[in-house]
């Protein structure tokens, strides 16, 4: 079967968030929110951050950010699925 953006994660990876640097070498299809809080990123696509408040701790997001920024994010141990 071919492997697209909607097919099952088959790794992970640790995100730390910056200030500038995008989240890693692979485009995650999602990511999972260990710590609860905010998270301020840029999806893919689009020219522009955007806030998440409250996200909740044990949360799975399909979204594909190329950035999570520090500044503005309080979530903690994310993870992107790829």
Do not use: C, Q
Not at 40 to 52: H, I, P, V
Not at 54 to 74: E, F, H, K, M, N
């Amino acid at each position: 079967a071919r492997d697209t953006a909607e097919s099952p994660a088959k790794n992970s990876f640790s995100i730390t968030p910056h200030a500038t640097n995008e989240v890693g070498v692979y485009l995650p299809r999602a990511i999972y929110v260990g710590g609860g809080g905010d998270i301020t990123m840029r999806l893919e696509g689009d020219t522009a951050d955007t806030e998440w408040k409250a996200v909740a701790s044990g949360s799975l997001l399909p979204v594909r950010p190329v950035y999570i920024r520090a500044i503005g994010t309080s979530a903690s141990s994310i993870l992107g699925l790829y």
